[in-house]
């Protein structure tokens, strides 16, 4: 594996990779790496001919309030399991050499997927997922992937990349891995190390509550019976949702009912000093028509 600190190195250990032809896989992360990282890392290494993975703790899609200095560093640990899992390229740039002085640009994707959810002006806002978009497109031209790599645990975030791309003409695909869970349903996340062990338990109910949610659609029930299941777990638990919403999983358009199409159960919670977020897509049975359908 190649530890690559400067574009400019980056691009000329690419070249012959280009130039062969051969498939390049991006894994965009901001380190603290986990099982959730190592799926995305797997499922490059499966499509790809050559694995490049970014760890670059991104200033531009954190809120001035949030945990940039807090974040999660542990760059030599990361470097190992990148190794083990079979990355070729580690990009590990400075903040200068990605926000040279001077630096003036952004890359905003606009509409509703930039305003629901974690971009509410009340919540993360649309500039977090601006600064996403922007860090995105760079590392889409620094590396000229065929293939990029992002987690369904950040679904709204794999949505918005997604019609970046395609609103760009980035010709890459971008492939969503499934999110990664600990035994008792936990997402893996980063952000996980801020738990304390008393609240580490709790988390759990985050999981339990779009379970319940999915579970009371199987069986038939309706959206809003199936908010109200997830509301009972977080309840339960003691958790109060920032909020916890039912959406078109793939516009995240407002929907309150299930109507056939795929619903992106989605919700954030803060436990202790940790912002969480999880969601679950929820395809009901289908049902029989009935009269009056
Ligand atoms: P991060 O380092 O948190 O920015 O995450 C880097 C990538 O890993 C993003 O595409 C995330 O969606 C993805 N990811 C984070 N946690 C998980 C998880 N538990 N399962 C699957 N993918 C994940």
């Known amino acids: 594996m190649k530890l690559v600190r400067a574009k400019a190195q980056l691009r000329d250990e690419l070249a012959g990779a280009h130039g062969r032809g051969e498939t390049i896989g991006l894994v965009p992360t901001m380190g603290a790496l986990h ?8 499922a490059a290494r499966e499509r790809c001919d050559v694995v490049v993975m970014s760890l670059f703790v ?38 200068d050499e990605i926000y040279p002085e001077g630096f003036a640009t952004a890359v905003e994707v606009g509409g509703p997927l930039t305003s629901v959810l974690d971009a ?4 993360r806002g649309r500039g977090h997922f601006s600064g996403v978009t922007t860090v995105v497109a760079k590392l889409f031209n620094m590396v000229e992937p065929d293939l990029a790599f992002f ?3 950040d679904a709204q975030q794999a949505l918005v990349v997604e019609r970046m791309a395609r609103d760009l003409d980035f010709a890459i695909e971008i492939v969503v891995v499934p999110t990664v869970r600990a035994p ?22 985050l999981s339990r509550a779009l379970v319940a949610a999915e579970r009371a659609a199987q069986g038939g029930s309706g959206l809003a ?11 339960a638990a003691a958790i109060e949702p920032e909020y916890l919403e039912a959406r078109d999983a793939e516009t995240l358009a407002a929907t309150d009912n299930f109507n056939g199409r795929p619903v992106l159960l989605a919700l954030a919670a ?18 029989v028509a009935g009269p009056g359908d």
């Open 184 to 205: 008792d349903g936990l997402a893996l996340s980063s952000r996980n190390a801020y738990l304390s062990a008393a609240d580490r338990p709790r988390a759990a109910a």
């Open 120 to 123: 509410d002006p009340e919540r």
């Open 270 to 287: 803060r436990i202790g000093p940790a912002r969480l977020i999880d969601n679950l897509v929820i395809t009901p049975p289908d049902r």
């Open 58 to 95: 991104n200033p531009a899609q954190f809120r001035p309030e949030e945990d940039l200095d807090a974040y999660p560093r542990d760059e030599e640990r990361d470097a190992e399991l990148a190794r083990v899992a079979g990355v070729d390229v580690l990009f590990a740039p400075a903040v």
């Open 35 to 42: 099982e959730g990282h190592l799926a995305l890392l797997a």
């Open 225 to 235: 019976e199936a908010l109200a299941a997830a509301r009972g777990e977080l309840e």
């Open 151 to 153: 987690g369904q645990k």
